[in-house]
């Protein structure tokens, strides 16, 4: 059983720090490059490839907007899911609250960390109210997974309790 959770947790760490070094490379790139993967991603996602005939710059800016939202959405989320479940795994001797504060520690900082750093990027901009986008999905999905968590354990201390009542 050791063993299992022992791979359990290397594979949950490795996904965690991949998925967070991947929303760090994305978000220390250049303006230049930024824009250039963002050209390139409307053009997959729309199935277009000179956008640029088809869009006004207004259109191409607000799809732009909203596609770099819902990625920055799904990426922290993600990442909150899988930092808690990760810290869940790991931290098998501390309680639930415990876990759970210990993640939301870890969480807020990347959230923070890779908007805030966007000051020292050539032609990059710090912007707080996506910064709190980060914070809020990061936030949604350690909730997900902590609330599941406790109702499962609930749902688990109610059985072993009408086990051992019913032995009785």
Not at 77 to 104: D, P
Not at 112 to 131: D, V
Not at 136 to 153: K, P, Q
Request: hydrophobic share 50%; glycine share 10%.
């Amino acid at each position: 059983m050791k063993k299992k959770r022992w791979l359990a947790e290397l594979v949950l760490w490795a996904m965690f720090i991949g998925m967070v070094a991947g929303v760090m490379y994305i978000s220390f790139q250049n303006g230049e490059e930024s824009k250039a993967a963002g050209k390139q991603l409307l053009a997959t996602f729309t199935g277009i490839k000179d956008s640029e005939k088809l869009y006004g710059q207004g259109q191409r800016d607000e799809l732009m907007y909203i596609l770099r939202q819902s990625g920055r959405v799904l990426a922290f989320l993600l990442i909150g899911i899988v930092g808690t479940l990760t810290i869940h795994v790991t931290c098998v001797k501390c309680g639930w609250f415990l876990k759970t504060v210990i993640a939301a520690a870890i969480l807020l900082p990347i959230a923070c960390f890779t908007e805030r750093m966007k000051i020292y990027i050539p032609s990059r901009h710090y912007s707080y109210e996506e910064m709190l986008i980060s914070i809020a999905a990061a936030m949604a999905g350690l909730l997900i997974v902590s609330i599941l968590l406790l109702l499962f354990g609930m749902v688990k201390g109610l059985a072993r309790l009408k086990t051992t009542t019913g032995a009785g």
